[in-house]
């Protein structure tokens, strides 16, 4: 294993912590979250709140870097166009977030778990992805 | 708004969060990617050689998060209600929808808003919009 590969496993690792502290792998906690019109569990919020106070030096870091630390480019995206994919991707996303409370994230990490329920969201959002690159294919 | 206080847990949301923000900032720094889940997982399905090493040990250290905390702590609690077909219904939709948005919550709503993306904030507005009004058809006029 390289270093580059090691270095990844590490940040899928402290995701995974960050996402079980907080409380976010837990459906429950998130649909406390997105129930805005009943008893509200307004955490959620912090957890953004947080990881963007970090995300924020670091992402204005990268951008002035040429490469990152272990080599290579940094890829950030140059996308700007806010299209319809956009938008209605994001709109079934969140109503599939609010049917279940999973998003990829905390999905991946409470099938770790071993999870029932968990694995059985993985399993259709992997079999979701691999049907958005058939329709793909299709349209090319 | 009625604050469900019981269920707030300011000390350790913002604790979490904030390892969330030091997992995407290494990922940046040290690996020039960004730490966007259903990208990451969307791209190790589509098996793109010279990715597909970080790619997965990245999705493995997601994996393998619960089973090391285990060692150490108890797992703190993961409740899901939803039944198997919700659960399945909600997996292609967050599966399809995240691939055409071609960001998730952490993609667009952690990455993206760090970088200031308009594109990104348009997006996390959307997702949020869908699950609030998702929750509140199903819990207050559904009564599920």
Redesign the interface.
């Known amino acids: 294993m390289n270093k580059a590969t090691f270095s990844a496993f590490i940040a899928g690792l402290i995701f995974s912590f960050g996402l079980l502290l907080s409380g976010m792998a837990n459906p429950e906690k998130v649909l406390g979250f997105l129930d805005l019109f009943g008893a509200w569990d307004p955490s959620l919020m912090l957890v953004m709140g947080g990881a963007i106070a970090v995300g924020l030096p670091a992402f204005a870091l990268a951008k002035k870097r040429q490469a990152a630390v272990l080599g290579g480019p940094i890829q950030l995206p140059g996308k700007r166009a806010l299209d319809k994919r956009l938008i209605l991707g994001s709109l079934a996303f969140g109503i599939g977030w609010g049917l279940a409370g999973f998003c990829p994230g905390p999905g991946i990490v409470a099938s770790g778990a071993l999870e029932p329920g968990a694995l059985v969201f993985a399993v259709a959002m992997i079999a979701g992805m691999l049907g958005f690159r058939l329709l793909e294919r299709r349209a090319s | ?4 206080w019981n ?4 000390g ?24 966007g ?2 990208g990451i ?2 791209g190790l ?2 098996n793109e050689r010279g990715n597909r ?3 997965f ?13 285990a060692l150490f702590h108890a ?8 039944s ?1 077909p ?17 960001g ?3 993609g ?8 200031l ?3 990104s904030l ?3 507005m ?11 058809v ?3 006029l559904l009564g599920a």
């Open positions: 708004m009625n604050i469900d269920a707030f847990t300011p350790s949301a913002l604790a979490g969060g904030l390892l969330i923000g030091l997992a995407s900032a290494w990922l940046i720094l040290m690996n020039g990617r960004v730490a889940i259903s997982l969307g399905l589509n090493g970080w790619q040990a990245f999705i493995l250290g997601l994996l393998a998060g619960p089973g090391i905390w797992l703190p609690a993961i409740e899901i209600r939803a198997y919700v659960l399945i219904a909600a997996g292609l939709l967050v599966g399809i929808g995240t691939r055409y948005a071609a998730c919550t952490s667009h709503g952690v990455c993206g808003l760090s970088r993306s308009p594109r348009a997006a996390t959307t997702f949020m919009f869908g699950g609030f009004a998702t929750v509140y199903v819990r207050h």
